[in-house]
């Protein structure tokens, strides 16, 4: 089993910026990959950013050149940097960590409004 538990959610201006955390624990050795999926309201879930264990990074085009995803392998959590953040970024961030299935943390709410 593995745990992932998300930190850093919250209400942002437009423009502004977030910084998401994504601590996993419990049986994390053969994960291949981690990353974010978001969903807003009355919208299916989808993929936002991922990295895999040889730190190959994917972005869904909507995000790109404003967030980037990292990990710190010491700490065992992905992070997810959100930049130039706008209102139709506002949606819940879920964690998800590949291995012999997905696992997903409980999810974040990122709000983007003035």
């Known amino acids: 089993q593995v745990q992932l538990v998300e930190s850093g959610g919250g209400l942002v201006q437009p423009g502004g910026s977030l910084r998401l955390s994504c601590a996993a624990s419990?049986?994390?050795?053969?994960?291949?990959?981690m990353g974010w999926y978001r969903q807003a309201p009355g919208k299916q879930r989808e993929l936002v950013a991922s990295?895999?264990?040889?730190?190959?990074?994917n972005y869904a085009d909507s995000v790109k050149g404003r967030f980037t995803i990292s990990r710190d392998n010491a700490k065992f959590t992905v992070y997810l940097q959100m930049n130039s953040l706008r209102p139709e970024d506002t949606a819940v961030y879920y964690c998800?960590?590949?291995?012999?299935?997905?696992?997903w943390g409980q999810g974040t709410q990122v709000t983007v409004s003035s």
């Open positions: 990295i895999t264990n040889s730190g190959s990074r």
């Open positions: 998800y960590a590949n291995k012999e299935r997905v696992y």
């Open positions: 419990g049986s994390i050795s053969s994960i291949t990959a």
